[in-house]
């Protein structure tokens, strides 16, 4: 959730920064840190902790000049610590680098680099970028965009850069790889800005230009031309945005929820950071120390949701038996705290809420408490009920989710469900560092991974425009997709009002086939895993009998092309973060259908965000 800030212009860039990253304080943060080049030297000033520190120790020593960066941190690889806030520089300290994202393959680029000698001041990755900058811009680059392209070219996963040189006192350059995170330029009279947000910018210009994948920036006072990583130019439109708050929340998207499934990529890296120490192969999930000593003792969770949550408990059940090698049971809230349940020693519950004031999820923290049983709350919402009560909390760190269907906080549930599966097995012995080590690098590579399904050019609004007039849907899925199975008809039913039921596939013969004919949609979720070759025998039976099949896919699988009327391509990833994928589609997909009926997408009927009463 790290906030970007830059400016180059005529006026002093340290309170012009500093006022951004106020704006953006609402993503989170746990260091803040801000850099300034004056023609001479660049100066730096960091501090943990909130931003209010940072402005004390600007009060103390102040930094002049007009081209300056800023940026507020949530640890990633490293603790939240002033060696390890942002801004980072190279050896000379004159090039100076920010970042969102993760850089996947880190340990190995660091490994080269301190094979060269040189040597490094923090535990994070974005400091291997400023010393690949470094590397190419002293070696024949000839300047700091061509550096930075170069730098690019050799990282894998998502990132957004903003660097400076002080060689080039007029310049900053702003490169956005995947999709961990925006970058917006304001363009102002005689100077310019660089944000990861529009609120950080919006006081000073309404004119700004959105970087897309693959894209890079050279921006001076008097504007910004713009190239893909290859080098070639790129047109870009100026945008005027309006200042209406809600406008502006939506950053360009017609309804939040669209904004919210296109931020996942975002979300996604936020529950990673801080919470990883990829060195040691370790997760490291602090507000549950309290509970490390039992631990290793655990002989059950008992997992508890409502709604989509409760689809959030099944892929728990699954990431932590496989996982951590603990048997886990999952209820509705609903229906756990009245049904007596049996929570014998060593028994362990696990709420999973977005908002942490569901009525029914808080009945069975305090049904689970009254007989002295422990809880772990997989939540939201800082300071809601469900964290005050719970005895261990991981915070999804999602940010505030408007529209009432669940998208963003949803793939942040499962995404916390994998770290506390790992960090049970890293506590219950039952996953060695190897195993680790593996299972960390698919988690890294996640947020990546969504950010190409979401521009993968899957045609959805056709897709939807075919089926819009469908009564019925069936979904169905097999082992840890089920669940996706189910998360994909709810939204269905929750925005578009049509009737949709999501069963296991190995289930449909036991009663939904008798539903099949011409008229039923059934959107199948054959990833290529163990169990594909099932699945696609459940497609053919569908169209055996006349039905029509979306089928999700893993990329280049043809076999399910040939067999299904549509499908929806996704990445090939590990079985265990596949549903992460999977379910993106089946947002979007949702959401179109939604559209094209004219439903309220945001604000279904009948439906509250939290639901509070019985």
Request: proline share 4%; net charge negative; aromatic share 6%.
């Amino acid at each position: 959730m790290c906030g970007i800030v830059g400016y180059v212009g005529p006026r002093e860039a340290q309170d012009i920064v500093l006022e951004g990253l106020r704006r953006l304080e609402y993503r989170g943060y746990d260091s803040a840190g801000l850099a300034v080049a004056d023609g001479g030297a660049v100066e730096r000033r960091r501090s943990v902790g909130k931003l209010e520190n940072l402005a004390a120790v600007l009060r103390e020593q102040p930094m002049r000049g007009c081209l300056g960066i800023g940026h507020t941190r949530w640890a990633t690889h490293g603790g939240g610590t002033e060696a390890n806030a942002h801004p980072h520089t190279d050896a000379s300290g004159r090039i100076v680098i920010i970042q969102n994202g993760i850089v996947e393959n880190y340990l190995e680029l660091k490994a080269d680099l301190l094979a060269k000698g040189v040597e490094f001041v923090s535990q994070t990755d974005t400091e291997v970028i400023a010393h690949l900058v470094a590397q190419h811009y002293y070696n024949g680059a000839g300047d700091l965009a061509t550096a930075v392209r170069q730098a690019l070219g050799q990282l894998e996963g998502a990132s957004a850069v903003v660097a400076m040189s002080l060689d080039e006192p007029d310049t900053l350059v702003a490169a956005r790889l995947g999709n961990a995170g925006g970058v917006v330029l304001g363009v102002g009279e005689g100077e310019m800005f660089v944000a990861s947000d529009m609120p950080a910018i919006l006081e000073h210009t309404r004119r700004v230009i959105f970087l897309d994948n693959r894209e890079l920036a050279v921006v001076h006072a008097d504007g910004a031309r713009v190239m893909d990583l290859a080098g070639e130019p790129v047109d870009k439109d100026v945008t005027t945005v309006s200042w209406n708050p809600v406008t502006v929340a939506k950053d360009g998207y017609r309804h939040f929820m669209l904004k919210e499934i296109h931020e996942q990529s975002r979300s996604l890296t936020d529950v990673i950071r801080g919470r990883v120490d990829f060195d040691r192969a370790n997760v490291l999930l602090p507000d549950l120390e309290g509970l490390r000593p039992v631990l290793p003792h655990l002989r059950r969770l008992h997992a508890v949701g409502c709604g989509t949550a409760w689809h959030a408990c099944l892929l728990a059940k699954f990431l932590i038996e496989d996982l951590a090698r603990l048997p886990v049971e999952v209820d509705y809230g609903s229906e756990f705290r009245y049904r007596d349940p049996l929570l014998e020693p060593g028994s362990v519950v696990l709420v999973i809420t977005q908002s942490g004031e569901t009525v029914d999820t808080l009945a069975a923290m305090e049904e689970a408490r009254d007989r002295g049983m422990q809880s772990i709350a997989l939540v939201n919402v800082m300071g809601s009920q469900a964290a005050r009560l719970a005895d261990g909390v991981v915070y999804l760190n999602a940010g505030p989710e408007i529209g009432v269907a669940s998208t963003k906080a949803f793939t942040s549930q499962v995404a916390a469900a994998y770290l506390l599966a790992l960090y049970l097995g890293q506590a219950r012995g039952t996953l060695p560092q190897e195993r680790r080590r593996d299972l960390l690098r698919d988690i890294a590579a996640l947020p990546n991974l969504v950010g190409r399904v979401l521009s993968n050019g899957n045609n959805y609004e056709a897709i939807a425009q075919k089926y819009v007039e469908a009564d019925d849907f069936l979904y169905l899925g097999r082992g840890i997709n089920y669940p996706i199975a189910l998360e994909g008809a709810l939204k269905l039913k929750e925005i578009s009002y049509i009737h949709a039921e999501g069963y296991p596939a190995g289930e449909m013969k036991h009663g939904p086939i008798a539903l099949i004919d011409e008229h039923l949609p059934v959107v199948a979720i054959c990833p290529r895993d163990k169990v594909r070759d099932k699945m696609l025998s459940n497609i053919e039976q569908v169209r055996a009998r006349g039905g029509r099949v979306i089928a999700l896919a893993t990329e280049g699988d043809e076999e399910v092309a040939r067999t299904a009327d549509d499908v929806i391509w996704i990445p090939e990833a590990s079985r265990y973060l596949t549903p992460v994928l999977a379910v993106v589609p089946l947002q979007l997909l949702a959401y179109h259908i939604a559209v094209l009926r004219g439903a309220d997408v945001d604000q279904p009927r009948n439906l509250a965000k939290s639901v509070t009463v019985e």
